[in-house]
C-alpha cells in the first residue's frame, strides 16, 4: 500500500524553463510534506517542505504547492538549471511520530541545455 | 560544520553472516533514524533513535535492531542476512526528536550474495 505516489519516473525539461513535480498521497493524516533532492552515490538533500496548515511555501527557485482536498502537491522548479538534474523524492510525515518519513518512488528530473 | 557520516560505504556479506552499520549525525543532533531504499521499494523508515532511546519503529522483521550512544553516535544491525537485504541504508540526523527536516548521510551499500 503505497501511501505517497510519484507517479511520473522521469521528466525531461528544458533548461530555463518550469519543472512541475508531481506528487500525490493517500493518508489523510499526513501533515507535513517534503521535497528532497538526490544525485547519485549521495544522499538525500532536504529542498523545502510545507505544513498542511498552509498552501504555498516558496524558497528562490522552489516553490511547493499543497491541494489538501485533491491530496496533491508539486514542485515548481524556475528556471530550471542543468544543476537541477538529480531524483526528487515526496515524503509526508504525520503530526504523531513526525520524524517518520513515508517517501514517494522518486522522479528522475534530467534539464536539457 | 561537517554532514552526516556513515561507514562502511561498500559491504560485501554472505547469506545468514550479520552487519553493523555506523552513523554519526551532524555535531549538535541529537535524533537519527534509519531507512533502506531499494528500486522495488524504495525508501523505507527502519527506525529512530533519540537520546539512546528507541521512538520508533517501521515494519520490519526483527532482524533488523539499532542503537544509539550517548554522543547520539547510532549503529543499525542486520543478523541472518538474506539476498534481499542487498540494499543502500540511510542515515538521517536532525536536531531533536520529531523534526520533520532530516539531513541525510551519504548511505552504505550493502549487498548480500
Known amino acids: 500500500d503505497q501511501q505517497v505516489k510519484q507517479n511520473s519516473p522521469s521528466l525531461s525539461v528544458q533548461e530555463g524553463r518550469i519543472s512541475i513535480l508531481n506528487c500525490d498521497y493517500t493518508?489523510?493524516?499526513?501533515?507535513?510534506f517534503l521535497w528532497y533532492k538526490k544525485y547519485p552515490a549521495e544522499g538525500p538533500t532536504f529542498l523545502i517542505s510545507i505544513s498542511s496548515i498552509k498552501d504555498k511555501n516558496e524558497d528562490g527557485r522552489f516553490t511547493v504547492f499543497l491541494n489538501k482536498s485533491a491530496k496533491h502537491l508539486s514542485l515548481h522548479i524556475v528556471p530550471s538549471q542543468p544543476g537541477d538534474s538529480a531524483v526528487y523524492f515526496c515524503a509526508a510525515s504525520t503530526g504523531q511520530g513526525a520524524q517518520k518519513l513515508v517517501f514517494g518512488q522518486g522522479t528522475r528530473l534530467t534539464i536539457n541545455p | 560544520k561537517a554532514g552526516v557520516t556513515q561507514t562502511p560505504r561498500y559491504l560485501i556479506k554472505t547469506r545468514g553472516q550479520q552487519v553493523t552499520l555506523s552513523c554519526s549525525p551532524i555535531s549538535g543532533h541529537r535524533s537519527v533514524s534509519w531507512y533502506q531504499q531499494t528500486p522495488g521499494q524504495g525508501l523505507q523508515f527502519l527506525f529512530e533513535y533519540f537520546s539512546e532511546t528507541q521512538r520508533n519503529k517501521g515494519n520490519f522483521p526483527g532482524r533488523f535492531s539499532g542503537r544509539q550512544f550517548s554522543n547520539s553516535r547510532s549503529e543499525m544491525n542486520v543478523s541472518t542476512l538474506e539476498l534481499g537485504d542487498s540494499a543502500l541504508y540511510l542515515c538521517?540526523?536532525?536536531?531533536?526528536?520529531?523534526?520533520?527536516?532530516?539531513?541525510f548521510g551519504p548511505g552504505t551499500r550493502l549487498t548480500v550474495t
Open positions: 493518508n489523510s493524516m499526513f501533515d507535513y
Open positions: 538521517a540526523s536532525s536536531l531533536v526528536a520529531g523534526q520533520h527536516e532530516q539531513y
